[in-house]
C-alpha cells in the first residue's frame, strides 16, 4: 500500500514487564494481518520478531525488532522491544521515535517493577499509551485489580474498553456492546454476537467508567451522557482518540494472546485511537545558533531524522532511523551536525524498509517513517540527519551508566585483535555497553547494566567472531559522597631546583557539604577572599582556582569513585607575589578540597536495585530472612500464594541471587531488579 498519506500509518511499539507477553502478542498482530502465515511461538523459539540466536535459545528478547502490517487500510509499523531491565536501552531509544505505545500487562500480576520503568520512559516522551491486560485465562487473573494497579502505581487514568470474559471464550467491547469470539485452528476466525442484557447489566460500572472519561474530551458527549441517552459510537471512538492523544487518559483491552483471545478487537481499536505520525505535538529541536525550532511532519521539508539505533547485520553497519521532516533518497548526502557546533556529511547508500532481520531496499522515506540506512560510517546513536542549508539539533537519546563490570580476555592470544575489532562493533550497537581498562590491572573491563546483559554479549562474541573468552569476578560500579560537611586548608611550596630555581607557592580554603540523593556536584569559586600581595585575581590564577576545585571533585576521598552529591566552595586564597603561579594555584586548591572532604567523612554509594521477589508461601519467611541478611531494606509483602516481597537492595549482594532462590525455593521462586539509585547501603 502506499505510505504517503500518514493518516493510515501508526508507529507503535508494544513494551511491559519481562514475560508479560509482549512478543507473543506482536506473533499474533503479525499473522492475524497476513504479515505471517505460521505463529511462532516465543518458547520453541520461533518467534518472527526473535530472530538473534541468543533469543532463541533463551527466550527472552534481548533487541527491539522492528515489523510491519496492515489492517483495515491502515500501515501498522511495529517495535517489539525487551522486558528484561538490563536491556532498557531498547526501551528508551524505541519510545524516543514513537508515536504510540501498547503496554502489556500480565492479567495475574498486574504492573509489574519493569512495567513501571517502561512507564517512565513513556512519560519522558509523552508518548499516548494504552494498555493490554494479557493472559487473562489463568486462574487468578483480573481485569478490574488490573485497572486499579495502573491508577495507583502509574498514576494513569484507565479507561476499559475491551472486557474480557475468558469463562466464555469472548471479550466484549464496551463501545459497540459486541461480543467476539474466536474460533479456527489460531483464533483466526471472529464470530460476533449482540451482548446479552444480564452480561451487560455486569458490565455496567466500566461502561459508565468509559462514558464518563470520554465525555470529559467531547462537550457534545457530555452533555448525551448526563442525559443519559444513546451515546453514537462513532461520536464515543472519537473521544477516546481525543483522550489517547493528550497522554494523560489511557484506553484498556483485555484477552490472551497466546490463547488468541482478544487480538483483532486490539487491532481495531488501535488504528481507531492511536496517533498518525504529526497528529501528536509538533517534535523540537535546536538549529545551530542554539534556538529551539518546530518541526512540522512535511515530506517536503528540509530533511530531519534520527538515528536511534545502530545495529550490524551479516557484517555489515545499517542505522535505523526516524524521518522527521523531509525526504531521504539513495545517495542523498546527509549532513550530521555535534553538539559543539561542528559538522560532518556522508553519503546515504542505501534506504531499506525493515521487518526484523529482513531488509528490502526502497527508494525513498519520507517523514513520518522508521526506516534503515547502509553507508554511514560516521553516524552513531543519537546522532540527527539534516539537510545542508538547514542543520538542526534533535533531543539526543540518554544512555544509563553500567553498573556491572567484568575483566575479559581472549583464551588464546592470537584472537586479540579479533576480541578488539568484535568489542568495538558491540560498544557502537549498545551505548550501556562500555569497554575501559582497568589502570591498575591493564585488564580490558566490559561494563553493562547486569549479569544477564554481560553473559548474553559474552555468548554473541562466541558465536559471531569465534573467540573463546574469559571473564573474570563481577566488578560492581560504585559512587562515592561525603556524609556531612568540612572545612580546610591547604599550602603549596615547592622549590625546583635547576639551571634557574623556580619556587610556587599558594594557599587555599575550601568547605564541602553533602547535597540530596541526585543532586549532583556544585562547584562555586565566585566570591572568593583573595589575601596576601596583590588583591585582584588576574583571570589565568580565576581559571585555575576553578579548574583545582573542579579537578577534586572528580573522585571521592575513600575509593576513588566518581563522587556525586556535593557541593564544594572555594573561600579564600592567597597569593605571594610572582610565586603563585596558576599551577601552584590550581593545586592549593585541589588539595584543600581534598582535606575538606576527608573531614566530612567520604561514603561509598552502591547501586541500590528496586526488587521484587517472588516465592510459594511457605518460604516467605527464609526469604525474608536471606533479603535482610544481604542489607536488603523491605518495604512490603503480599502474603498469598505466591507471595510477593518488594525492596530495596544493594546489586553487589544480588549477583547470583538467582541460583540461591532457586535452590531455597525448589526452583519455583523467581524475581526481578530495576536500577533504582547510586545509595549508602
Known amino acids: 500500500m502506499a505510505t504517503n498519506d500518514l493518516s493510515k500509518v501508526r508507529n507503535i511499539g508494544i513494551a511491559a514487564h519481562v514475560d508479560a507477553g509482549k512478543t507473543t502478542l506482536t506473533e499474533r498482530i503479525l499473522f492475524y494481518t497476513g504479515a505471517l502465515r505460521k505463529i511462532g511461538e516465543v518458547h520453541d523459539g520461533q518467534a518472527h520478531t526473535d530472530y538473534i540466536p541468543e533469543e532463541q535459545e533463551h527466550g527472552i528478547t534481548i533487541m527491539a525488532a522492528v515489523t510491519r502490517a496492515e489492517w483495515l487500510d491502515h500501515q501498522v509499523q511495529i517495535i517489539d522491544t525487551p522486558g528484561h531491565v538490563d536491556f532498557t536501552i531498547e526501551v528508551e531509544r524505541s519510545m524516543r ?21 517502561v512507564w517512565r ?5 509523552k508518548v499516548p499509551a494504552c494498555f493490554f491486560i494479557n493472559k487473562m485465562d489463568r486462574p487468578g487473573a483480573d481485569y478490574r485489580r488490573c485497572l486499579e494497579t495502573i491508577g495507583k502505581k502509574l498514576g494513569g487514568e484507565p479507561i476499559p474498553v475491551i472486557v474480557p470474559l475468558p469463562d466464555k471464550g469472548q471479550v466484549v467491547n464496551l463501545v459497540t456492546r459486541i461480543a467476539s469470539s474466536f474460533h479456527g485452528e489460531q483464533g483466526e476466525e471472529v464470530r460476533e454476537e449482540r451482548v446479552d442484557d444480564e452480561t451487560w447489566e455486569s458490565l455496567s460500572d466500566l461502561r459508565e467508567t468509559l462514558l464518563l472519561a470520554a465525555a470529559e474530551f467531547d462537550e457534545e458527549l457530555e452533555e448525551l451522557v448526563l442525559m443519559d441517552e444513546e451515546v453514537p459510537e462513532d461520536k464515543l471512538w472519537a473521544a477516546l482518540r481525543t483522550a489517547c492523544l493528550s497522554g494523560n487518559v489511557f484506553p484498556c483491552f483485555g484477552g490472551s494472546a497466546l490463547k488468541n483471545l482478544g487480538v483483532q478487537p ?21 538549529d545551530m545558533n542554539g534556538s529551539e525550532v518546530e518541526l512540522p511532519m512535511d515530506k517536503d521539508g528540509p530533511l530531519a531524522a534520527l538515528v536511534f539505533k545502530v545495529q550490524h547485520f551479516d557484517g555489515r553497519k545499517r542505522m535505523f532511523c526516524r524521518i522527521y521532516r523531509g525526504t531521504l533518497k539513495p545517495g542523498d548526502i546527509v549532513t550530521i551536525p555535534q553538539a559543539d557546533g561542528s559538522v560532518q556529511t556522508e553519503r546515504v547508500a542505501r534506504v531499506f524498509d525493515i521487518d526484523a532481520d529482513k531488509a528490502k ?20 546513536t543519537g546522532d540527527t540527519l539534516c539537510s545542508g542549508e538547514e542543520p538542526v539539533l534533535l533531543e539526543r537519546i540518554e544512555a544509563r551508566e553500567p553498573v556491572l563490570g567484568l575483566a575479559i580476555e581472549p583464551e588464546s592470544a592470537k584472537d586479540e585483535a579479533k576480541l578488539v575489532e568484535i568489542l568495538a562493533k558491540l560498544t557502537a550497537e549498545d551505548p550501556t555497553l562500555r569497554l575501559e581498562e582497568d589502570e591498575e590491572t591493564g585488564q580490558r573491563v566490559l561494563r553493562g547494566m547486569g549479569e544477564l546483559h554481560l553473559q548474553m554479549y559474552f555468548e554473541r562474541i562466541q558465536r559471531e567472531a569465534n573467540i573463546r573468552v574469559r571473564a573474570g569476578k563481577p566488578d560492581v560500579v560504585m559512587r562515592e559522597t561525603i556524609g556531612g560537611s568540612g572545612t580546610a586548608d591547604a599550602l603549596f611550596h615547592r622549590v625546583i631546583e635547576a639551571e634557574k630555581t623556580i619556587e610556587m607557592k599558594a594557599w587555599a580554603k575550601a568547605s564541602v557539604s553533602a547535597r540530596e540523593r541526585g543532586s549532583g556536584v556544585v562547584v562555586d569559586t565566585e566570591g572568593v ?19 583545582g576545585a573542579t579537578d577534586a571533585s572528580i573522585a571521592g576521598p575513600i575509593l576513588g569513585a566518581e563522587l556525586q552529591d556535593v557541593a564544594v566552595k572555594v573561600l579564600a586564597v592567597e597569593l605571594f607575589a610572582e610565586f603563585s603561579t596558576p599551577q601552584a594555584m590550581r593545586v592549593a586548591v585541589a588539595e584543600a578540597v581534598r582535606k575538606a572532604m576527608q573531614k566530612a567523612g567520604g561514603q561509598v554509594l552502591r ?5 521484587e521477589v517472588v516465592v510459594p508461601a511457605e518460604n516467605l519467611g527464609a526469604i525474608l530472612g536471606d533479603l535482610q541478611a544481604r542489607q536488603a531494606t523491605i ?29 531455597m525455593t525448589r526452583g519455583r521462586g523467581n524475581f526481578s531488579m530495576v536500577f533504582d539509585r547510586f545509595d549508602v547501603a
Open 121 to 125: 520512559q513513556r512519560n519522558k516522551y
Open 361 to 380: 531496499r526502497i527508494d525513498a522515506a519520507i517523514a513520518g517513517q522508521i526506516v534503515a540506512l547502509a553507508g554511514l560510517k560516521k553516524a552513531a
Open 607 to 611: 547501586p541500590i536495585m528496586k526488587t
Open 97 to 117: 521515535v514513537l508515536d504510540g505505545c501498547v503496554v502489556v500487562l500480565d492479567g495475574v500480576r498486574g504492573v509489574e517493577p519493569q512495567t513501571e520503568t
Open 529 to 547: 577572599e583573595v589575601r596576601g600581595t596583590g588583591t585582584v585575581l588576574s583571570p589565568a590564577l580565576a581559571e585555575a582556582i576553578k579548574a
Open 635 to 663: 518495604h512490603e509483602t503480599e502474603p498469598g500464594e505466591p507471595s510477593t516481597i518488594r525492596c530495596d537492595c544493594p546489586l553487589d549482594k544480588l549477583l547470583g541471587y538467582t541460583t540461591t532462590l532457586r535452590s
Open 266 to 286: 486490539l487491532l481495531d481499536a488501535l488504528v481507531k485511537i492511536m496517533p498518525a505520525p504529526g497528529e501528536g505535538p509538533l517534535s523540537k529541536a535546536v
